[in-house]
Each structure stands twice: as structure tokens, then as C-alpha cells.
């Protein structure tokens, strides 16, 4: 069996509004601490506040972009580029969160494209899959999340650089958090789709967060599922006591 390190991500999304509220968070996790040896932290800033996080932060926190284009350098306004991201020292990206699907109408496709583009840059990818409300009512949960991920296999040549998040969106930022045993499901479903669409050894050895409304409250019950390898946290990101979800992940290991 594989050791996978678990892995916990904050999702600043577009927040905090001012630089002063970013820097009051990384003064408070900087001197929290914890074992990055045992847990790995990785911290999605908005694009505006990328180079004051990395500036700021412990080397520890592993400070990640929001988002990259699906192109390349060129004339394409408003886009930043994957290889932008390594230049500026970043090793990981969020790619496919359910905010940039649906409120941005990003395709698989869209993604795939993305995701293609972060591996040529050499940079570590946060990937995000999840289904709708709907989706899991009509029984689809699992058909979705193989969908999401089989539309990205063909673009990935180095899985030690991926890291899936599933999301159910109706858990995200709604205060309703996926049930212990409706989240290991839907991750061993997606180890089975890995295990089916790539190799056994992948399947193994990918981690896969679970997000979607996690705090420190509900946090310890979810990571001792055994196919549940951390955490990507919005909401409770934005508060000094993300340093517990870190703290009870550490615990657990
Ligand atoms: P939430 O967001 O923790 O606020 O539900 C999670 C996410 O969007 O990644």
C-alpha cells in the first residue's frame, strides 16, 4: 500500500478584500506551525496577491494560483499563463473548481486544455471535480465525477503532480457537508476510475481531497475515511482557526 501524504488546501477564492486582511492570515498561520513533513498545506491566492503570499509566507506554505489559461503567451488579455506561474516560483495550481465550471462556463474540455498546459510548466495541479445537486438526486454522482476525470487522462504525462478534489457543489459554501460515508464513496469511486483509466499504481498513489463546506468541527470524522487524502477549504480558509483542520489532519496521520 502506498503512504499518501495528506494534503490540505486553502481556497481563498476572490478574497480577502484587502492585502492588509491577507497578511493578518499569513501572520497567524506562520506562527501556528505544523509538520510539513506529515501534512503538505497549499495556499490559492487571488492573482493579485500571489507575490505578496509567496513574499510573506513560511517556505512551508506552499503558496498556489487560482487559475491559468489555457493558452499559451500570446494575445490573449486578461490570461495568465502556466509558465507565468513557474517564473514567479509557484509550484501548484487550482484547476476546474466548480466556481470556474459553472459560474464561468468552463467545459471538460476547457480544463483538459488547462491541465495539458500545467504539465508542460512543470506545475502541480489542484483538479477539481463534483456534481451538482441534481446530478446526485437523478444518481449520477459517480457518472459525473468519471466524466470529469476521463476527460483529463489523455493530457496528464505525470500523475505525482495531480492532485484530484472532489467537491460536491451542493456542499460547497452552503454549510451542508457531504455525509462520512457519501464522501468515501464517491472517492473510492474515483480511485476505481483512475484504476480503470490509468493503472493500478496511480490509482494508489493519487491523493484526493474532499471539499465542500469543511471546518474544524466535521473535519476529523472525514479524514479517517481511507480513501479521503485531505482537504480544499473555501470558507473556512478565511479564518485563523483553518490552522485546526491543519492541526487534526497532522493528528490523524
Ligand atoms: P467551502 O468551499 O469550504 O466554502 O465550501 C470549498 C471550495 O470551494 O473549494
Partial sequence: MVARKPIVGANWKSNPAKLSACDDLINSWNGAGFDEGKVEVVVGATAVHIANAKSKFDPKFKVAA??????????????????MLTDLGLEWVIIGHSERRHKFGESNEDIAEKIGKAQEAGL????????????????????????????????????SKIVIAYEPVWAIGTGVVATVEQAQEAHAAVRKVLADNVSAEVAASTRIQ????????????????????????????????FMDIIGKVQASC
Fill in 66 to 83: 487560482q487559475n491559468c489559461s489555457k493558452t499559451g503567451e500570446g494575445a490573449f488579455t486578461g490570461e495568465i499563463t502556466a509558465s
Fill in 124 to 159: 502541480k495541479v489542484l483538479f477539481c471535480i463534483g456534481e451538482l445537486l441534481e446530478e446526485r438526486e437523478a444518481g449520477k454522482t459517480n457518472e459525473v465525477c468519471e466524466t470529469q476525470v476521463k476527460a483529463v487522462v489523455s493530457k496528464v504525462t505525470d500523475w
Fill in 210 to 241: 474532499y471539499g465542500g463546506s469543511v471546518s474544524p468541527d466535521n473535519c476529523e470524522e472525514l479524514i479517517k475515511c481511507p480513501d479521503i487524502d485531505g482537504f480544499l477549504v473555501g470558507g473556512a480558509s478565511l479564518k485563523p482557526t
